[in-house]
């Protein structure tokens, strides 16, 4: 039981093309593109996208201005509380470090 030595016809996995190919050679003769799809069925639906981008757009830097807003705040509490866990927590031994081992 031979190979055929007529090209055969398989899709291609990753943009949905098909692809002619020729057993003996192992080779791609030919390839037939996918057809695209429409991203959008009309104009009116591609500019109402378009607004929704821009509205979620907007209320990202919107969040992002009001976080640099309270960062100073953030901030401050964040050195207080490791200002007081350190106060709480007392260094009585040195830190072992590498070069110590020797």
Do not use: Y
């Not at 007529?6 to 002619?20: A, R």
Request: net charge neutral; proline share 6%; charged share 35%.
């Amino acid at each position: 039981m031979g190979l055929s030595d007529q090209p055969f016809e398989v899709m291609c996995p990753d943009c949905g093309g098909m692809l002619k190919i020729d057993p003996v050679t192992r080779a791609i003769i030919a390839h037939k593109s996918a057809p695209k799809k429409k991203m959008f069925e009309d104009f009116g639906e591609a500019a109402r996208a378009l607004r929704e981008a821009d509205a979620r757009r907007d209320s990202i830097f919107a969040q992002s201005v009001d976080a640099q807003k309270n960062k100073d705040d953030v901030m401050a509490k964040k050195f207080a509380e490791a200002v007081k866990k350190a106060k709480e927590t007392p260094l009585t031994d040195r830190p072992l470090r590498d070069f110590d081992l020797d």
